[in-house]
């Protein structure tokens, strides 16, 4: 999942990417509300945490512009502790969560999990495909039982393709969820760690749980009895 994290404060700034990244989140950061606009109308992110006071353009304005603009994704206000005027305020113009100041990382984390899964079919912190579980909190796979660790990327990658399972994802569309913003689209990348993903869930499978789709790029597909 990406997140964008819009944050003039270079020391919380820098916490929350550190934490975040180590939730295995892959995550850009903007400093100033113009930046943060800029990347948001021009790239997708999964979430958003938003700061409101910031250099350029405020928390506020950026995301009123945004949601004018049509885009909505999911936002969470960084806002004053005990500031109740700022809470609403956000709420209104289509904030979906919001997150006092000074806050614990391990809030952040949850709340974003919470706001997450609202957007997602998936309304549980494990996600499935056929024996195959995704623990969402713990980061770790199992498939019959048995362990499998995942690096960062392995674990953004898997994640994405364990929420739309079923559904035929082109290369640009992974790369849009799992890579940063200034990827290479002609890198074969995604070929890569989809081969590396494979050969950790996939054990003596008559048919792949990761399908290549011919020209397209990749489907993660449930088994059925049929199979
Ligand atoms: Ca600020």
């Not at 975040?20 to 892959?26: C, H, M």
């Not at 945004?66 to 609403?88: C, F, H, K, Q, Y």
């Not at 082109?170 to 913003?181: A, D, E, G, L, N």
Request: charged share 30%.
């Amino acid at each position: 999942m990406r997140i964008l994290v819009v944050e003039d404060e270079k020391k919380v700034a820098n916490f929350i990417k550190h934490g975040l990244e180590e939730e295995r989140y892959i995550v850009e950061l903007a400093q100033d509300g113009i930046t943060g606009l800029d990347i948001a109308m021009n790239n997708h992110f999964d979430a958003i945490l938003l700061d409101v006071m910031l250099p350029g353009k405020d928390g506020f304005t950026l995301l009123r512009e945004m949601r004018d603009a049509g885009i909505s994704t999911p936002v969470v206000m960084l806002t004053a502790r005990g500031n109740v005027e700022d809470r609403v305020t956000g709420l209104d113009l289509g904030a979906d969560d919001y997150l006092p100041k000074p806050f614990s990382f391990e809030e952040l984390a949850a709340r974003l999990r919470s706001i997450l899964r609202r957007s997602s079919p998936e309304k549980t912190t494990k996600l499935r495909c056929g024996d195959l579980i995704l623990d969402t909190v713990s980061h770790l796979a199992y498939r019959q039982g048995r362990e499998i660790e995942l690096t960062t990327k392995e674990y953004a990658l898997m994640e994405y393709l364990m929420r739309n399972k079923n559904r035929i994802l082109s290369r640009s569309t992974i790369t849009q969820h799992v890579w940063k913003h200034n990827f290479d689209p002609e890198s074969n990348i995604i070929d890569v760690y989809i081969k590396r993903l494979r050969s950790k869930i996939e054990k003596d499978d008559i048919k792949p749980i990761i399908q290549s789709i011919r020209g397209v790029g990749y489907r993660m597909r449930e088994m059925t009895s049929d199979d």
